[in-house]
């Protein structure tokens, strides 16, 4: 199978054509490592788990950005392979992008517990009751992985450098559809703002490659009616203190966890 | 060189190095400013950590059975009584706490109807004490760990710096080394403190269910140093790695009723554990499957050219696996496209985990050979060996160690800075200088040799595959070390061919490679002396267990290139050993 793999050495930038051996279930990490291993020592790019938990290995496979150790050539139907850097990212060497960005904007959301008494977070005499029902509202958010294969499919955060992007809108999503945060407050100000929730123009491709379903354009959603939400009441009963107002109960269709074959309905293709 | 002053590093962020990060940052507040370096070869929330699938044990329901006690026999006993018993009393009591406490800051533990925590069964267990989100529970304990981490303000990410040695003068920790991937930058890091928490080495062997990142660093920084290592021959296979490569399906399985079938479509374990059946301990049950294979009940894969046997999980029903297991019926079709709600999958085992490790005191103090510990330095998690786990760890009781000795190591590196108020060490220039040249001089600028990395990599993890594994023989183990000694040799003539300064993979593994070398020959040399079967070291012309002889931890030391063994005893305070029956 041919392979080319789109190079960049600092200063320079180059396809090089790679030739190896796969079988349908040879997954696109395998050759990767093969080609370190046996063609080409200086190929640069970044793996770890091998089985999609650590998300170090997202790159763009024949177009579409993925993690290459959870995309087999078979499903690929192809036999030419074409690897690239993860797009709207800073290349530093070959596949290696610059993450700096990234991880700042997941932690611009406060993606932590909140409690309004913070010593609840200290001691643990006994667990916050959750149910099975309300684990559902949250758990499926929580999948996320940080590999930010959702960005370098996503058409707002090519154009605008300040959207916070689909990664930490879902996060702060997962938080705040956690029963036991309390937090929603804290966080409004990042979310809602011109390059916040309302920059999402809603083209749903965060969820179409993202290699978990966490489904990121569906918290964005969620996000935008909680803020509507939040705002009307505010209008409304300024009396009332805010956070009472934050309604908890799971949304009335509450996502199951995702199923296996996740295949995006609506949006692009 | 640049100079990087801190209060604490730690080196590692997996379950262990993040808790411990945290345990400091909270127990400041800001009274000191106590600044924390997290030091990590790779991204923070990339550890191995992550792929901690089945459990985590702790005692949540006395009034339903369980007890402090039952735990500790449970780990004792799995153990094969080399555990330090006084290390694992309090660690049971400890893991109740972490368990609510990450729950606190987020972990979505699978609940009861009426909102409290579930737990499941497990090898080994006899209580269902196995604290579990869904089959993903390494993983959303790191995420919990990691968010709740960037809470804190008075600490610095070192993403991609790869630590390449621990230095220590006169019994006084005095700080790491390490390269700057993204620049290749010579970094020395001063602190008053130095925590490693790097994990195991399961990247030894071909078949794994570790991480590539898994090259047992820390132990090999520590061995450099002049460090023991503790039990190192003790290595873990898990029963049920995923032909061809090893990955791991949990052993949750079959605490959730999985059945083990060889290739008549018989249950063997009944031969192997009859009381227990599938849930006996990963030791014992690795041996059955590779017993099964060894005498032709085993199934051929085509594909692989390995033997294996089946993990039939088509019973539990499509709802049970989705609810419980749906990240094994991902893995199944991603990897092989199985699906376990209609199919068997076929697994052997899998090298999981490092029962040896830095030699530690029951604070998690790095310990010298003389057995006082080292001024300013701790390890914890696996990395580290206390002893609590002793000849064989049970399933469920790695991440807890994890999180439990974080907090303990957390709190005594915060102790030992409030109340001794160390100063920074003076700077140790020879050490480093000699580092920046072995690096930098005698393996990046190396111009003659023609070694490669790669190829050394894959002859020792052949080596290590073929004769150092679930059963072992005085000759094979022979035939291992020789060839180590071999691939040691040659290692001195490598050459690189990345001469690169930003992210040079192939000096990093260059360098990862010589640790793995030498934590080979401890483990192979270890074996070889070991002539008793116990827990994971299973010899097949020594099969009985040993205790006149062999109740004792092993001490590997370096000198002079080659490791040197003695032996120091267990600490035994609760039970005697007897027979192990399942």
């Known amino acids: 199978m041919k392979v080319r793999i789109r190079r960049f050495d600092g200063q320079k930038e180059w396809w090089q054509d790679y030739e190896v051996e796969a079988k349908p279930f040879t997954t696109i990490l395998d050759i990767l490592n093969y080609i370190r291993e046996n063609l080409d020592h200086t190929l640069a790019y970044r793996h770890s788990c091998q089985m999609g938990s650590c998300g170090s290995c997202g790159v763009v496979i024949n177009g579409k950005p993925a993690l290459a150790c959870q995309t087999r050539v078979g499903e690929l139907k192809t036999d030419t392979l074409r690897i690239e850097p993860l797009y709207n990212y800073r290349v530093i060497r070959d596949l290696v992008v610059d993450l700096t960005d990234f991880v700042n904007k997941h932690r611009s959301v406060k993606p932590w517990m909140i409690r309004k008494n913070p010593q609840e977070l200290e001691e643990a005499p006994s667990e916050f009751k959750v149910t099975p029902q309300q684990n559902l509202t949250f758990i499926q958010f929580d ?127 | 060189m640049e100079t990087l002053d801190y209060d604490v590093a730690i080196v590692g962020t997996g379950l262990a190095g993040l808790r411990t990060a945290i345990e400091i940052l909270r127990k400041d507040k800001g009274r000191l400013g106590v600044k924390v370096a997290v030091i990590s070869k790779i991204y923070l929330m990339r550890s191995h950590s992550v792929s901690a699938e089945g459990g985590t044990s702790a005692v949540l329901y006395p009034e ?131 925590v490693i928490a790097t994990g195991g080495a399961g990247q030894l062997y071909r078949i794994t269910s570790m991480a590539a990142s898994s090259t047992g660093d820390g132990y090999g920084i520590a061995y450099n140093a002049g460090l023991p290592l503790k039990d ?65 009940r085993g199934i051929y894969d085509e594909h692989s050219g390995l033997y294996h046997v089946w ?57 010298m050979a003389n057995g006082t510990p080292v001024r300013g330095l701790w390890a914890a998690g696996e990395a580290a060996c206390v002893s609590i786990h002793g000849a064989n760890r049970l399933g469920s009781n790695g991440t807890n160690d994890c999180l439990v000795y974080g907090y303990i190591v957390g709190n005594d590196v915060y102790n030992y ?63 291992a070390v020789v060839k180590i000694k071999e691939l040691k040799e040659r290692y001195k003539n490598i050459r690189l061919t990345d001469r690169s300064r930003t992210f040079n993979y192939n000096l990093q593994h260059a360098l990862e490679l010589g640790f793995m070398l030498d934590i080979a020959h401890v483990i192979a040399q270890g074996a070889l002396l070991r002539t008793e ?50």
């Open chain 2, 417 to 479: 800075i409030e109340r001794e108020r160390p100063q920074y060490p003076d700077q140790p220039r020879t050490a480093l200088s000699a580092e920046e040249d072995r690096i930098f001089g005698r393996i990046l600028g190396r111009e003659s040799g023609g070694e490669d990395v790669y190829q050394l990599r894959n002859e020792l993890k052949d080596t290590m595959e073929r004769y150092v594994h679930v059963y072992r023989t005085g000759s094979e183990l022979e035939k």
């Open chain 1, 143 to 269: 999948y996320c992985i940080m590999c930010g294969v959702c960005l370098a499919a996503c058409p707002t955060v090519a154009i605008d450098p300040l959207f916070i992007g689909p990664q930490a809108l879902a996060q702060a999503y997962r938080y705040i559809a956690d029963p036991r945060d309390e937090g929603f407050e804290e966080r409004i100000d990042v979310l809602d703002d011109s390059h916040g929730v309302w920059r999402c123009h809603f083209a749903g491709a965060c969820s179409y490659v993202c290699p978990k379903g966490v489904d990121p354009a569906k918290a964005i959603q969620y996000l935008k009616k909680e803020i509507l939400k939040f705002r009307l009441l505010r209008k409304r009963k300024k009396a009332v203190p805010p956070a009472e107002i934050v309604q908890k109960e799971p949304p009335p269709n509450a996502p199951k966890p995702p199923p296996f074959d996740f295949k995006f309905e609506g949006g692009v293709e």
């Open chain 2, 311 to 367: 993990l039939d999980m088509r019973h539990l029903g499509k709802e049970r696996i989705e609810e419980k297991l749906p990240f094994i019926r991902e893995i199944g079709l991603k990897y092989l496209g199985i699906d376990i709600v209609d199919q068997p999958l076929p697994i052997r085992p899998t090298v999981h985990y490092n029962m040896g490790g830095i030699h530690t005191d029951i604070d998690g103090k790095v310990l």
């Open chain 2, 64 to 194: 339903e059975g369980d007890s402090f006690e039952l735990m500790a026999w449970d780990t004792i006993k799995g153990s094969d009584f080399l555990a330090d018993q006084d290390a694992v009393w309090r660690f049971v009591h400890l893991a109740t706490q972490e368990i609510r406490l990450i729950e606190r800051w987020g972990v979505p533990w699978n609940r009861r109807e009426d909102g409290r925590i579930e737990q499941r069964w497990f090898g080994g267990l006899s209580f269902p004490r196995a604290t579990y989100a869904q089959d993903k529970t390494g993983f959303f304990e790191m995420r919990a760990l990691y968010d709740t981490l960037l809470k804190y303000d008075n600490w610095d990410r070192f993403d991609e710096n790869f630590v390449t040695s621990v230095v220590i003068e006169n019994g006084q920790f005095k700080g790491f080394t390490a390269i700057d991937l993204r620049t290749g930058n010579f970094r020395y890091f001063r602190a008053k403190a130095g």
């Open chain 2, 533 to 582: 079967s116990r827990g994971a070291h299973a010899r097949l012309d020594y099969p009985n267990r040993d205790d006149e002889h062999w109740l004792k931890h092993t001490i590997a030391l370096r000198s002079d290139g080659e490791p040197s063994f003695s032996y120091i005893p267990v600490r035994i305070t609760m039970w005697k050993p007897v027979a192990r029956v399942y």
């Open chain 2, 232 to 296: 190192m021959e003790f290595v873990q296979f898990h029963p049920t790695g995923l032909v061809p490569r090893g990955l791991l399906i949990t052993e949750a399985a079959r605490g959730e009723g999985a059945y083990l079938i060889n290739k008549d479509g018989e249950r063997f374990m009944k031969r192997y554990a009859p009381s227990k059946m599938e849930l006996a301990p990963r030791d014992i049950v690795s041996r059955a499957i590779m017993k099964e294979i060894m005498e032709g």
